[in-house]
Structures are given as structure tokens and as C-alpha cells.
């Protein structure tokens, strides 16, 4: 029995754009995991979809491509190793060896003890961003990252019930513009947040996005009675949803700084967002979730992100107390994001930078993912 894999990616392959879709359109099909690809067109999406559901492979050529390139899955695959694991056990082992360690004999286990006995040589010097004011700050990230991906992507099943149609519907969209530090995540993660969702919110019930660089909108418009409402500033990415969505989708392009207008405050089952790092953004930010919330204790509000990344993570908590919340779980590495080039780029030399084994740099800064934590806060009744 073969599945879409969980690491799926999809985009236009070169030389085709949103204007081919339906008239020989190429794609390019990821398994972000392992970087394996494969190359389809517009006749090929049905078979595919197909795939959502676990089943027995066909013999089409198609089908068998899918498979070499790792799109399609056996639904009992469960790497124990990768070419990454097993570099990163190499250069550990070689670094625990050299201060005289004994490598314990899990690698989540190498990789905690790799945290513990390596440390900057020397301060870093140029920017002056708050990440690089402790020189261990953004190391001990890295290495909770690749603990992350030690655990939840090797010895697990690799593949999910991917809706090969919102994967198809997501194409195009606007590259992760930095301005507004979005960060897009993998089309699993998207869907696993309906799912999410759904086991609280039956339908009929209602939902605010503020920010929506990860398509949450679109992924929640398609369980039938669901309502979305979205506040997005970036305008190439509202003119996008507003071409793809049904008319359960509301688009607003709007400036929060004063918070959410009054007209929509008190409306919504669950508010979901993605808080900004810095901590003035991150204050008024919360407020606005808060505001949108039905007043009851059966509304939610769902935050992704990396407290370790934000400016002020006792802040962050803080802020829940503040606004009427009471944090009632919290899963970590729920969210996926593919690294971004410009972010991995700075990283590694800032590492080296500090003094940090380049080879160990080298292997940590190759992790497919950021991950992040999802956080999901109640209203409580009488708190403000």
C-alpha cells in the first residue's frame, strides 16, 4: 500500500506559471524530506490525488516515477537513517571522541550531549540583533532542531492524508516576502492544523487568520461549513487568496496597529495567527487575537512559533495572562517550515563566526526544517 508522502512540496516547474494551469502546465513534485523529485503535468494530478487514501500502486509510468522519487510512499516505510543522520553521527562522534566523551547510543541522546560540550571560541561582532547578544543563543536553536528531526522524521511513518487537491490549489502563491517575516510552512502542517481544529470545531463554526502566508484560509474553506475571515497586509498575497478562495473566505486588508477594528471583535470560534518576534509587535499582536474571540470558554486561539526565536519569551507568556488567555496546550515541533535560503545563509556564517566546528555547522544547518510550537490558549470568562 502506497500514500502521498507528508513532505510533500509542489510548484511550477520552469517556464510554467498560474496562466499554464489546465493547458499543459509542468510541475515540479518535492519530497522535501530527501529532496527527490518528480516531474508531472496537468493530466497527472487525478492519479495522484488518488493517493490520499492508502492503496495498492498501479504500473503506469507515472505511478512508478512517483515512487522513485519518493512522492509516493510505502504506508509502513520508516527510515531508521539518512545521509544526514548519518553525517551528523560522524562528526559527533569524531567531536565527543576528541573531549574524551563516550557517545551514548542514541543519536537524540549525541545530540544533546554534542550541546552540551561545544561552545563559542570567541564574541560576535557586526549585527547587533538581540539572537546574536548570547553567542550560545542561536547554536543551542540548531541543535534543538536537529534533535527535532532526529525524532519526529526518522522511525516514523512518511506519509499522511495529504489533500492533493489543496496542494494543487496552493500553486503560486507569492514567494515568503521577509518584510513582513512570514515563514511558509509545508502543506502537511497546514492541513494537520485543520485536523487539529476539526476534533474541537464541529461545523458550523467561525475562524480569523491574522497573517496567511500559510494558506490557512483555503485549507479551512474546504470542510463544508466552515466560515474564514483574513487580515493580511501583504497586498501580493491577498490579491492571491482573494482569486482562489469560495465565497465562505473574507479578505481584509487592514492595519492592526490600533488593533482589530470593533466591527470584528467577539466573532470568532477560534483565532489562529503566527505572533511577530519582536516584542512591541508580538504585545499588540495577542491583543488582536483576543479581541476577535467569542466570549466564551470554548473559544480558541492557535499560535505558531519558536518562543527561543522571539525577542522576549517570558513576554510572550506573559502576554496570554494579559489579554484574558489561560494557555491550555502546548505541542511542540507541531509546525514545518522548509529553511530559507537568506535565514540559513546568515546563520552558518554567523556560527563560524563564533568559532563554532565548521563541520558541525555544515551538518546542523542542513536540517529540512524549522520547526515550531503550536500553542492553543482558551478565553476565560471574566478576565478582563
Given amino acids: 500500500m ?19 494551469m489546465g493547458r499543459g502546465a509542468r510541475y515540479l513534485l518535492t519530497n522535501s524530506l530527501f529532496g527527490s523529485r518528480l516531474l508531472c503535468g496537468d493530466e497527472d494530478w487525478e492519479t495522484l490525488a488518488t493517493y490520499r487514501e492508502p492503496r495498492e500502486p498501479g504500473s503506469s509510468s507515472l505511478e512508478e516515477r512517483a515512487i522513485q522519487a519518493r512522492v509516493l510512499c510505502p504506508v509502513d516505510f520508516r527510515p531508521s537513517t539518512s ?33 552540551e560540550i561545544c561552545g563559542p571560541s570567541r564574541e560576535y561582532e557586526g549585527d547587533t540583533h538581540y539572537l546574536w547578544q548570547d553567542p550560545r543563543r542561536l547554536f543551542y536553536i540548531m541543535m534543538d532542531h536537529m534533535s527535532a528531526y532526529l525524532e519526529l522524521e526518522l522511525g516514523t511513518p512518511q506519509t499522511a492524508d495529504l489533500d492533493f487537491r489543496f496542494a494543487q490549489q496552493s500553486l503560486g502563491r507569492p514567494e515568503r516576502n521577509g518584510e513582513f517575516a512570514q515563514q511558509l510552512c509545508t502543506l502537511h502542517t497546514s492541513l494537520d492544523r485543520v485536523r487539529h481544529i476539526q476534533e474541537r470545531f464541529p461545523a458550523p463554526a467561525k475562524f480569523l487568520t491574522l497573517g496567511d502566508d500559510d494558506l490557512m484560509s483555503l485549507a479551512l474553506s474546504r ?21 482562489r478562495k469560495p465565497d465562505t473566505v473574507r479578505v481584509f486588508s487592514r492595519d492592526l496597529t490600533n488593533g482589530l477594528p470593533a466591527e470584528f471583535h467577539h466573532l470568532y470560534d477560534a483565532v489562529l495567527a503566527d505572533p511577530p518576534y519582536d516584542a512591541a509587535g508580538m504585545s499588540w499582536f495577542v491583543r488582536c487575537c ?27 507568556f506573559e502576554e496570554f495572562g494579559k ?11 507541531f509546525n514545518r517550515y522548509p529553511f530559507p535560503t537568506e535565514t540559513h545563509d546568515i546563520t552558518s556564517v554567523g556560527l563560524r563566526n563564533l568559532g563554532y566546528h565548521p563541520e558541525l555547522v555544515s551538518v546542523i544547518m542542513s536540517v529540512p526544517y524549522l520547526y515550531a510550537h503550536l500553542f492553543e490558549c482558551e478565553w476565560l470568562p471574566g478576565r478582563l
Avoid: C, M, W
Avoid at 290 to 316: A, C, H, I, M, V
Avoid at 323 to 333: A, C, I, P, Y
Fill in 83 to 115: 545521509p544526514l543522520s548519518e553525517r551528523f553521527k560522524e562528526v559527533a562522534v569524531k567531536l565527543l571522541k576528541y573531549r574524551q566523551v563516550e557517545p551514548a547510543e542514541s543519536l537524540v541522546e549525541v545530540a544533546a550531549q554534542v550541546k
Fill in 323 to 333: 489579554n484574558g488567555l489561560d494557555l491550555k496546550q502546548t505541542t511542540r515541533h
Fill in 2 to 20: 502506497h500514500q502521498i508522502t507528508r513532505h510533500l512540496s509542489v510548484d511550477f516547474d520552469a517556464g510554467s506559471s498560474v496562466l499554464d
Fill in 223 to 243: 470542510i463544508p461549513g466552515y466560515e474564514v475571515d483574513v487580515f493580511e497586509i501583504d497586498r501580493s498575497l491577498v490579491r492571491f487568496i482573494k482569486k
Fill in 290 to 316: 483576543s479581541q476577535g474571540l467569542k466570549r466564551n470558554s470554548s473559544s480558541r486561539l492557535y499560535l505558531s512559533t519558536y518562543p527561543d526565536l522571539l525577542e522576549s519569551s517570558e513576554q510572550f
